[in-house]
T-cell receptor, first 110, second 111 residues
Framework: NAGVTQTPKFRVLKTGQSMTLLCAQD?????MYWYRQDPGMGLRLIHY???????AKGEVPDGYNVSRLKKQNFLLGLESAAPSQTSVYFC?????????FGPGTRLTVT | RKEVEQDPGPFNVPEGATVAFNCTYS??????FFWYRQDCRKEPKLLMS???SGNEDGRFTAQLNRASQYISLLIRDSKLSDSATYLC????????????FGGGTRVLVKP
C-alpha cells in the first residue's frame, strides 16, 4: 500500500496563477481532509470530505475549492494564488480515529 | 482562544532524562484524545491514543483528566530520536467527524 500520496511535492506560483493539488489514498477510507501548516499556527483544516461526492468547509476555506469525484482522490484547487497561501499543505485520510497524512506539498506564492 | 492549546516549547531534555508536558482542550464534548508526533519537515503520525485510565506504550505514558480538561504525555529515558514536535489531538463525533490539532510542543533531546 502506498498509503496517502500527494502531488506535487513542491511548487512555486506567481500571484494570480491557479493550480490543483492532488491527494490519493489506496486504503478505501471514507474521510479525507486538506490542512495547511504555517509556523506558529499548527495544522488548520481547509476543507474535508466524508465520502465520495461530498465536501465541506473547514476553518480556513477562503481562496480554496475542493472536489471528491472518486473515493480515492481529493483535489484542492487554488483559483488565484496569493502570497498568504504560501504554506505546507497536508492531505489526510481517516479510518476510525487514526488519521494518515500524506508527505505534504510545499507551496510558495511570489 | 484555540480549542486545543499547547506550550510550544522547546523543551530541551538531556538524553536519558524524563520530560512531561500537557495540553488543554476547551470543548467538553470532546470524546477521544490522541498524541501525534511530527518530525521536522515531515507529516504527523499517530503516536498513541489517550485513555481515561491512563496508558503506556513503552517509554511513553499518556494521561487524561476530563474534569480539568487536560491531557499529558510523559517520555521516560529520552532518546535522541525522540526529538520531534508532539501534537495533542481531540475528536468529537459530530461536527463533521474531524480531529482538532493543537499547535504542538517541540522537544529537543540533547546528548
Amino acid at each position: 500500500n502506498a498509503g496517502v500520496t500527494q502531488t506535487p511535492k513542491f511548487r512555486v506560483l506567481k500571484t494570480g496563477q491557479s493550480m490543483t493539488l492532488l491527494c490519493a489514498q489506496d486504503m478505501n477510507h471514507e474521510y479525507m481532509y486538506w490542512y495547511r501548516q504555517d509556523p506558529g499556527m499548527g495544522l488548520r483544516l481547509i476543507h474535508y470530505s466524508v465520502g465520495e461526492g461530498t465536501t465541506a468547509k473547514g476553518e480556513v476555506p477562503d481562496g480554496y475549492n475542493v472536489s471528491r469525484l472518486k473515493k480515492q482522490n481529493f483535489l484542492l484547487g487554488l483559483e488565484s494564488a496569493a502570497p498568504s497561501q504560501t504554506s505546507v499543505y497536508f492531505c489526510a485520510s481517516r479510518l476510525d480515529f487514526e488519521q494518515y497524512f500524506g508527505p505534504g506539498t510545499r507551496l510558495t506564492v511570489t | 482562544r484555540k480549542e486545543v492549546e499547547q506550550d510550544p516549547g522547546p523543551f530541551n531534555v538531556p538524553e536519558g532524562a524524563t520530560v512531561a508536558f500537557n495540553c488543554t482542550y476547551s470543548n467538553s464534548a470532546s470524546q477521544s484524545f490522541f498524541w501525534y508526533r511530527q518530525d521536522c519537515r515531515k507529516e504527523p503520525k499517530l503516536l498513541m491514543s489517550v485513555y481515561s485510565s491512563g496508558n503506556e506504550d513503552g517509554r511513553f505514558t499518556a494521561q487524561l483528566n476530563r474534569a480539568s480538561q487536560y491531557i499529558s504525555l510523559l517520555i521516560r529515558d529520552s532518546k535522541l530520536s525522540d526529538s520531534a514536535t508532539y501534537l495533542c489531538v481531540t475528536f468529537k463525533g459530530a461536527a463533521g467527524n474531524k480531529l482538532t490539532f493543537g499547535g504542538g510542543t517541540r522537544v529537543l533531546v540533547k546528548p
